[in-house]
């Protein structure tokens, strides 16, 4: 059996931190260049140099996004950001570009080189290319079934990684390569600034009959034809390791520490469940569902990997997430009296019921039983985001631990 690593985003220093701390095995980010998640917070150079010394630290790699398609003056700037990194020394750089590949491995001969999905990765071919030019991994199309994976897998040297998604959103166009937001705002999705239309509500408006709007679907289903529900083989990873897949991607760098603690936590369990013994796996199922569910998404769907999807991989009425769970705050500090600081990033109050969610797997519930502002004042309730707060729980917390709440909204 090949050894799988699980591979989760991070868009902040906080959330690599919860990414290591919550599982993975490798994390990936995006400087403030050339990666394809503009909007993100992303990382500045001190930020990439602290977040990888944290994460290797604790056993845990680092990928650096380089996938956007360049241009021609993108290519000086590419050149003085790669030898910035080699003073950093990620363990990998994700790249789409030819152009950029072969920048990275003059200024970068030392350093792996994972090809981007953004490079349509559909055949063993494709694969094979990129090996000889020397790519240690390439990440699948996400248009690919896993029997098309496993043909892949026995058409390319062993020593050859493939990368898959395995949750989080899905995109509308061909492995992310979208014209939609650059024609209709002039933001250019391959250069990193989407603005996600595929999530807006259409309608259809008849050329002699201006200011006049039909739906695009005259039925119950809606008008949202493009949004897609989210990715998640939670479910099928037997099927997932068999096929030969040698990295579990997690979609998204844009996403909370809550998300990343979910997401990461369960994936670790079942891969490692499935590995221990898989009659184990199977019976915690109920489990890895039920803690899946409860982090933001779009409701799921398996994607390409059992054959292409119908109508029902689509929300044709809403494009709005379900949110079943609330993120508080990430304990930064204990005290010795038992209090725990936060920065607080939703609004609860003291009486309240919370759940402490714990690395190990584990979901303390709990009351509030005083909150205090960082100058010792009591407070009844906590309204402001990005306060520095201290808690006082009926449970014992830890450093990194996770407060969040159910939350009824959707």
Request: a negative charge.
């Amino acid at each position: 059996m090949r050894k799988t690593e699980l591979l989760i985003p991070a868009g902040s220093l906080e959330v690599l931190k919860t990414a290591v701390i919550y599982g993975a095995d490798a994390v990936y980010l995006g400087g403030e260049a050339f990666g394809l998640r503009a909007k993100a917070k992303n990382f500045t150079t001190e930020e990439i140099r602290e977040g990888i010394s944290f994460a290797h630290a604790h056993g845990v790699k680092v990928y650096i996004t380089a996938n956007i398609l360049a241009h021609n003056e993108d290519l000086p700037g590419v050149e003085a950001y790669f030898a910035e990194l080699g003073r950093i020394r990620p363990d990998a750089l994700i790249i789409s570009d030819p152009g950029v590949f072969l920048i990275a491995k003059r200024v970068l001969p030392e350093t792996d080189i994972h090809i981007s999905t953004q490079a349509n990765n559909t055949n063993y071919g494709t694969y094979r290319f990129w090996y000889d030019l020397g790519a240690k991994r390439v990440v699948s199309a996400r248009e690919l079934s896993l029997e098309e994976i496993r043909q892949i897998r026995r058409n390319i040297p062993k020593d050859m990684e493939i990368e898959s998604f395995i949750h989080g959103s899905m995109c509308i166009s061909y492995s992310g390569r979208c014209l939609l937001s650059n024609f209709l705002t002039g933001r250019d999705a391959n250069q990193g600034s989407c603005t996600h239309p595929c999530r807006w509500n259409y309608s259809l408006m008849e050329e002699s009959r201006p200011g006049e709007y039909f739906p695009v679907f005259e039925n119950e289903r809606g008008t949202y034809i493009f949004n897609s529900r989210d990715l998640c083989m939670i479910e099928h990873i037997p099927e997932m390791i068999e096929a030969g897949i040698d990295s579990f991607k997690i979609e998204g760098r844009m996403k909370t520490a809550l998300y990343v603690a979910t997401v990461a936590r369960t994936y670790r369990k079942a891969i490692d469940d499935y590995q221990k013994d898989p009659a184990l796996y199977q019976a915690n199922l109920d489990w890895y569902r039920a803690e899946i569910g409860k982090c933001t998404c779009r409701e799921f769907t398996t994607g390409f990997y059992f054959g292409k999807p119908g109508p029902e991989a689509q929300i044709y009425d809403n494009s709005t997430y379900v949110k079943n769970y609330t993120y508080l705050g990430t304990v930064e500090q204990v005290r010795q009296d038992g209090g725990c600081r936060i920065q607080q990033k939703n609004k609860f109050s003291v009486g309240e019921t919370l759940e402490v969610m714990k690395p190990d797997g584990r979901n303390l519930e709990t009351r509030v039983r005083s909150i205090t502002d960082g100058e010792g004042r009591p407070m009844e309730s906590a309204p402001h985001p990005r306060q520095e707060l201290y808690v006082e729980l009926e449970v014992p917390v830890e450093v990194y631990d996770i407060l969040r709440k159910e939350t009824l909204e959707k």
